[in-house]
């Protein structure tokens, strides 16, 4: 059974980037697909974007301008940037998996609390 | 992108009551959908997949159906532990998109 647990700073100052780690345990992580997605009070839950084993990415045209994800596949590690942080970007952030290109979301980190604030 | 639309966005419930919540894509999404149960503080968790397959260790008093565009998730006889907020997802097409949840609450 795969796991997933998100790490990072629970606090962000505006303008500065976020930078998001997932690591993986329990599956191999280079036969599936990896997607990050936020949850807001105000918004929902948000898709940001996926990547494979080889760093295939595809992203969320509302967020691609800001957003960099990549896979250390030695390490089991996604990681996550997202640059130009407002308060708008606070949100629960998790990291999930998916077992093909087009499946839905069958195992979930615990996620992590990211606030933006001065 | 296309957008899922979840009704209603809360209902109240009686333990052993039976349950639907609709979803509804703006263009067909050829079954690409997943719902969705969470709980307070915790990530959501897959119920469904392909519009009616249970994931595996979800009980059987949950359903899906649909076509198209047009999507259900069924609880027959509702549990304590079933009182949540639902979601469902499309993932016809990236980006993939949610819909805004359905809060089920005991009445």
């Known amino acids: 059974q795969v796991q997933l647990q998100e790490s990072g700073p629970g606090l962000v100052k505006p303008s500065e980037t976020l930078s998001l780690t997932c690591s993986v345990s329990?599956?191999?992580?280079?036969?599936?697909?990896w997607s990050w997605i936020r949850q807001s009070a105000g918004k929902g839950l948000e898709w940001i974007g996926r990547i494979d084993s080889s760093g295939t990415t595809n992203y969320n045209p509302s967020l691609k301008s800001r957003v960099t994800m990549s896979i250390d596949t030695s390490k089991k590690q996604l990681s996550l940037d997202l640059n130009s942080m407002t308060a708008a970007d606070t949100a629960v952030y998790y990291c999930?998996?998916?077992?093909?290109?087009?499946?839905?979301?069958?195992?979930w980190g615990q996620g992590t609390l990211v606030t933006v604030s001065s | 992108d296309i957008q899922m639309t979840q009704s209603p966005s809360s209902l109240s419930a009686s333990i052993g009551d039976r349950v639907t919540i609709t979803c509804r894509a703006s263009q067909g999404i050829s079954n690409s959908l997943a719902w969705y149960q969470q709980k307070p503080g915790k990530a959501p968790k897959l119920l469904l997949y392909i519009a009616s397959r249970l994931q595996s260790g979800v009980p059987s008093r949950f359903s899906g159906s649909g076509s198209g565009a047009d999507y259900t998730l069924t609880i027959s006889s509702l549990q304590p532990e079933d009182f949540a907020t639902y979601y469902c997802q499309q993932y016809y097409s990236i980006p993939y998109t949610f819909g805004q949840g359905a809060k089920l609450e005991i009445k």
């Open positions: 999930a998996r998916m077992a093909s290109s087009s499946w839905p979301l069958d195992s």
């Open positions: 329990g599956g191999s992580i280079r036969s599936d697909y």
